[in-house]
């Protein structure tokens, strides 16, 4: 902090447990990852190398090893672990992320089909080997899981052996846990909140109304991914009340007065 202000809430310190912030990395050069670092490095825990960028971006060893030094865990995202599911390639991708040394993997099933028990055997063997996010929802619209079944798919991908269970947005953020209008699904989320733990939920908020009713009802310390690269800094304002959209939730009742009115 350059001063000091009061009832401003107290952020998780990395090697974060909570507080994760999920930055999607869509094909940065090496010279604008450098610049977020700089820039949004401390605030960033996790980068999701998306869709199948890891296959043929340029210098990707040298980013991710960027990464690592600014103490962020770079991955790569759930559709490449699809891609190679989908050619029966399960061996290569564990090669794959073992040849570029990163430490944590995604498994997804939102673009294809397979059975959970699948999954959840992708899930045991993985986290032997690295730690495992895995995402629950799929990216196809029209197909939607019953609220119930996506409390039990996340709770025995937990069990399984994932460290967080990611919960589908998509990059629209207009899918899975929100409505066609971006808006949230509260019942769906209020059920995954209470049947799995908040805290081992990354819930994918792209769009700043979605991560501010987020930080609002769980806090500022609340796990949130697929947020774009220029973004993460702006979200730890939200984080700290220090944007109008937040202003007032950490703030002492007697505060309250100077409100304007809606």
Known sequence: MNIKLPFIPERTEKPRENGITMMMDKGLSIREAECFVESAGEFTDLVKLAFGTGIFAK???????????????????GTLFEAFIVRGQFDEFRRFIDRYHVDMA???????A?????????????????TVLSEVGSKIKGVVLEPEMWAQYMKSERQAGSWKVIAEARESGTIGIYRSDGTANKRLIN?????VGNENILWEAPNKNQQAWFIKKYGANVNVGNIATGEVVSLETLRL??????????????????????
């Open 191 to 195: 059920l995954l909140g209470q049947e």
């Open 106 to 112: 995604e498994i997804s099933d939102g673009s294809i």
């Open 59 to 77: 210098s990707i060893d040298d980013k991710i090893r960027l990464y690592r030094q600014a103490g962020i865990h770079a991955y790569f995202g």
């Open 114 to 130: 397979f059975p959970h028990e699948k999954k959840l055997e992708y899930i045991r063997i993985l986290s032997q080997q690295v």
């Open 241 to 262: 009340g220090l944007r109008s959209d937040t202003f007032f939730e950490f703030l002492p009742e007697n505060l309250h007065c100077f409100k304007q009115m809606e």
